[in-house]
């Protein structure tokens, strides 16, 4: 994209991130109150975010584990992620498990892998983890335990999780969780997400925990978002100018 292009697309999106109803960047209730308003998801690919505005940070996928009995691996990001100096970052440790080896985690197992998840928070400019799990029924156990060791390793630092739409409405087993924002996904829920689209059901979240986040995509249509929210923002593929326009639009609603 032309420079001249790209420059008029960003002062776009800054103007977008400073107008509408929701100017603030804090979210309500905001158990991160460092991190702006938008924050961006940047997966496993190229991705180039430099020249972001005020009031737009980068949550970039730091390292995957892949779990399965009582060990695990983890292979670090190897996609360059490009960002201006002093961008808000977030670390996401995404966590995948394998359905034929059961979990069976004992607490020195957890206590090694929490602190081999924590130490993402070294990287430079990091101010917050973020965890990302879908974790099923018989796994909920561990991944409580393993939440509480995480955030005693990460002393000062914020503590984030993603959630399964599901989880903030009527299976609202996280409301106690050790955690400093909760952001549900509104995004590749299919029959669920209907719900959400509906005039009137802006407000099924349960729980003050799962008020002040939500992660949406750029694919698919953002629900009404009731109150002041912090947005994170998913992209199928690297982001560009425009996707990043089309995203401080729907952060601002």
């Known amino acids: 994209m032309p420079a001249h292009r790209r420059a008029l697309v960003l002062l776009a999106l800054g103007a977008a991130l400073a107008s509408g109803p929701h100017q ?3 979210a309500a209730a905001d158990g991160i109150p460092d991190l702006p308003r938008l924050m961006v998801w940047a997966w496993e690919r190229p991705e180039d975010l430099r020249g972001l505005p005020d009031g737009a940070g980068v949550a970039f996928l ?3 584990y892949q ?3 009582a060990s695990f691996d983890r292979a670090l990001r190897h996609q360059p992620l490009r960002v201006d100096a002093g961008t808000p970052l977030v670390a996401v440790v995404r966590i995948e498990t ?3 080896q059961p979990l069976t985690f004992d607490v020195k197992n957890i206590r090694t892998l929490a602190a081999d998840i924590a130490a993402r928070q070294h990287q430079p400019g990091v101010r917050t983890l973020q965890i990302d799990f879908d974790a099923t029924l018989s796994e909920r156990p561990f991944y409580r335990e393993l939440l509480g060791v ?3 390793e990460l002393g000062d630092t914020p503590l984030s999780m ?3 739409a599901s989880w903030c409405m009527d299976d609202n087993w996280i409301a106690d969780l050790p955690v400093d924002e ?3 996904m509104l995004f590749r829920l299919g029959p669920v997400n209907v719900p959400f689209a509906e ?3 802006r407000n099924r979240f349960r729980g003050a925990g799962c008020a002040a986040a939500v992660g949406v995509s750029t694919d698919e249509p953002t629900p009404p978002l009731a109150g002041r929210r912090r947005v994170y923002v998913f992209h199928p593929r690297s982001w560009t100018s425009d996707a990043l326009a089309h995203a401080a639009v729907e952060a601002a609603r």
């Open 98 to 100: 394998d359905a034929a």
């Open 67 to 69: 779990l399965g009995g």
């Open 199 to 201: 005039a009137g059901a």
């Open 182 to 184: 909760i952001v549900p």
């Open 150 to 152: 995480v955030r005693a």
């Open 24 to 26: 603030p960047t804090r």
């Open 162 to 164: 993603t959630a399964l």
């Open 62 to 64: 730091a390292a995957t």
